[in-house]
């Protein structure tokens, strides 16, 4: 008689999910990691008038450290990565991703020309680029689908959290490091107070790669057995599969690109936005960037909790409950960044910085769960990484440099910013719940085709 306990005889899609405790303590670790993701890779923006006056470059050279220097091998090599991790071990290449990252975040701090900088944040991206076709992917090892909506509201949580933290540890600390002018250290010589903020965010990473290990590589439960293999599909057949169904995938990863751009448009803008605006000197601006970076914690905290909620509700409910969740967000954020740009004091844009920031958490959630949710299993890493290239390829390439040409060429007026970035929050709005409404019922004919072929082992 078969002994059922064994791995050998137990399909690995019926084994029993690992502890709950076990599984929540994966998605913090999984979170610290997205966290830093986002420090390391949102601080530049707080950098701007130091990077700006030892470089000499101009806003568009600027939007271009901050986005398409980042989103090159961000974008690109995520792809490449998500093919090793449908069949690799997914743990271990996170872990040389995070000390990747946090290594090139550190030669940012040693970067003393426009193409050296441009360079270290390529690398930046490459680094990061691992994190969430990796993580994505444990996470739908380790939970059911009944709480995988809350699991990766948590994880996306680091989304918020980390953009919080990162104008905090601005606020707090860039304004002391300014006050005390040019550092002197050994070896590296000079050092700009610009420099040492990268050095200073880029070196706990190598505590989060460490803390890592500690995370086990789930089984794969698509697996007719524990002690097969996944074989990833070629990259050539899931971009086929992507376009066969591209009414259900590729309008969802370009309508939800659009809240890229209205993220880091509008947000990798903010320092600068309230510099320009409200006349802020060095203090002013960080005790401003603290209550952001308040804001962007607590309300982003909130966001994903209810977002994750939303989704498991809405998704229980109804087949293009993700898809829904989406709309709902999009029209709050935009009401939020539109009416944040347009403000007369620093107060009352921070203020509507609140719902911006709600309505920007739950998308974060729901959209990676759509994906995972509708993507054949040997494709599912594949498919998260070409829906992250498309989201910040866009977002990154089109959202801050949208707003420096607009400033710089449309407006030639640095003082008018803000209505360059209300005018990129505002089409893209339009343009993204367009997209959305029109997904909706390509959505429902793909989730129903994904969970019959769950149903049949494949």
Wanted: charged share 10%; with cysteine; net charge positive.
């Amino acid at each position: 008689m078969t002994d059922p306990a064994r791995n050998v005889d137990t399909p690995a899609a019926h084994k029993p999910y690992p502890s709950a405790a076990y599984s929540w303590y994966v998605v913090v670790v999984l979170l610290a990691a997205y966290i830093l993701a986002f420090v390391d890779r949102e601080i530049i923006a707080q950098l701007v008038p130091g990077i700006k006056a030892t470089l000499h470059i101009s806003d568009t050279q600027m939007s271009l450290l901050l986005g398409a220097a980042f989103a090159i091998f961000y974008t690109f090599f995520g792809v490449l990565i998500a093919s090793f991790a449908d069949s690799s071990n997914r743990r271990n290449l996170l872990f040389f991703g995070i000390v990747f990252w946090s290594l090139m975040t550190m030669m940012c701090g040693v970067a003393m020309t426009f193409p050296l900088l441009f360079i270290a944040r390529v690398g930046v991206g490459a680094g990061e680029a691992t994190l969430n076709p990796c993580a994505l992917s444990m996470l739908k090892d380790y939970f059911p689908p009944d709480r995988l909506g809350r699991a990766i509201g948590l994880y996306t949580a680091g989304v918020s959290s980390g953009s919080g933290i990162a104008f905090i540890i601005g606020g707090t600390f860039y304004p002391a490091i300014q006050a005390a002018g040019p550092a002197h250290w050994p070896i590296v010589g000079t050092v700009e107070p610009w420099q040492q903020m990268f050095i200073y965010v880029g070196a706990p990473g190598l505590l989060i790669a460490l803390l890592l290990l500690t995370v086990r590589e789930p089984v794969r439960r698509e697996l007719a057995d524990a002690t097969q293999k996944m074989v990833a599909s070629p990259i050539s057949k899931t971009l086929a599969h992507l376009l066969h169904r591209w009414r259900a995938f590729i309008v969802l990863f370009f309508a939800l690109a659009g809240l890229a751009i209205m993220a880091y448009g509008v947000g990798f803008w903010i320092p600068e936005f309230l510099r320009r605006t409200y006349a802020l000197d060095p203090e002013q601006l960080g005790y401003w960037l603290k209550w952001r970076g308040i804001v962007s914690i607590i309300f982003g905290l909130i966001g994903v909790v209810v977002g994750g909620w939303l989704c498991d509700i809405f998704q229980n409910r109804y087949e293009d409950g993700y898809v829904r969740v989406c709309i709902v967000s999009f029209v709050v954020m935009a009401v939020g960044y539109s009416g944040f740009v347009l403000m007369p004091t620093p107060g009352l844009a921070i203020a509507f910085l609140i719902p911006a920031t709600l309505g920007a958490a739950a998308p974060t959630a729901a959209g990676a769960a759509a994906v995972v949710s509708i993507a054949p299993a040997n494709m599912r890493s594949q498919c998260v990484a070409i829906y992250y290239f498309i989201l910040n390829a866009v977002g990154f390439f089109i959202g801050p440099s949208s707003v420096a040409l607009l400033t710089d060429y449309y407006f030639r007026d640095e003082s008018q910013l803000r209505y360059s970035m209300f005018i990129v929050a505002l089409s893209v709005s339009i343009y993204g719940f367009t997209l959305l409404i029109y997904n909706l019922p390509h959505f429902r004919a793909a989730a129903r085709e994904a969970k019959a072929n769950a149903a049949a082992g494949g």
